[in-house]
């Protein structure tokens, strides 16, 4: 704001969404897959051709993993204004983004807050401050085993869920959930890639969390001083922190025989700034 201002009040708001860009590329269905390793000689075995037919698998990875669209919106609030020694201004700011891969997205909030006063003739005082303070969620993974890697990687032949010997997909007593196919080969094919592994249920089930503050505050002082000097004093203290936790689930894959695992860290840096001088 500016001295002698009349408070303005500003409300934006903003809405939209996100998605995989098309790139036209149509993925193999089972039957297509088959076929194409028999053109090019290096036919899948009758076992996995038959396991194929009899419980009809033909998983689309890429459009499990993918959500069709993922919002995203933002609110911002502002007031600004003075009077004939003081300007003032103040924000906030809410911001709020859902990912297009499940347990993934963002939340972020800040305020900023200016001030700066004339006291006397002889002195100004002032203070900038912000903070901020993001959560974020991302998947628990990384290079090439992650769930966008497995898109176009893991072939449609093989199973999200396990099934029975009927071909029936097949319930987790512990986890009471549906269980899900780790490439095992115990009754869907082995799968060679990413064995141990399932990049459905590592995105639904395993967490990946990061959240922080941000913190940065300055205060400053002007004095005049006899025969045209002057006191200025400013000062500063800058916060980051950051806390993060990640969760591998305890019912399925590699960890599964260790009950899960848990990590977490936590990092906090101060920075500080004085500076006093006379001019």
Avoid: C
């Avoid at 995203?72 to 003032?88: K, P, V």
């Avoid at 032949?157 to 196919?181: C, E, K």
């Amino acid at each position: 704001g500016r001295y002698g201002e009349t408070a303005k009040v500003n409300i934006r708001a903003q809405y939209g969404f996100s998605q995989m860009v098309d790139d036209q590329q149509e993925m193999m269905n089972s039957a297509q897959y088959v076929k194409f390793r028999d053109i090019i000689g290096v036919p899948v075995t009758d076992e996995v051709r038959n396991l194929v037919e009899r419980y009809n698998i033909n998983t689309n990875w890429r459009e499990i993993i993918f959500n069709g669209s993922a919002p995203t919106y933002t609110l911002d609030a502002s007031i600004q204004g003075g009077t004939a020694n003081t300007s003032y201004y103040v924000s906030v700011n809410h911001h709020e983004q859902k990912g297009i891969i499940e347990q993934s997205g963002m939340r972020r909030e800040s305020i900023r807050f200016n001030f700066d006063s004339k006291i006397k003739n002889w002195l100004k005082v002032g203070a900038n401050m912000s903070y901020g303070h993001f959560n974020s969620n991302s998947l628990s993974e990384g290079g090439d085993n992650g769930s966008v890697f497995a898109t176009v990687d893991i072939a449609p032949i093989y199973p999200m869920y396990m099934r029975d010997a009927n071909g029936n997909i097949m319930y987790d007593q512990t986890s009471r959930m549906i269980a899900y196919d780790y490439g095992s080969g115990k009754v869907a094919p082995f799968r060679a890639f990413m064995s141990g592994a399932n990049p459905i249920s590592d995105a639904r089930l395993n967490t990946a969390n990061s959240e922080g503050n941000t913190f940065n505050g300055t205060g400053f002082a002007e004095i005049q001083l006899p025969y045209g000097f002057k006191f200025t004093s400013i000062n500063n203290v800058y916060l980051n922190e950051s806390r993060s936790t990640g969760t591998t689930n305890p019912y399925f894959g590699q960890y599964a025989a260790s009950n899960g695992m848990v990590n977490k860290e936590h990092d906090r840096s101060w920075s500080y700034n004085y500076q006093q001088r006379i001019n």
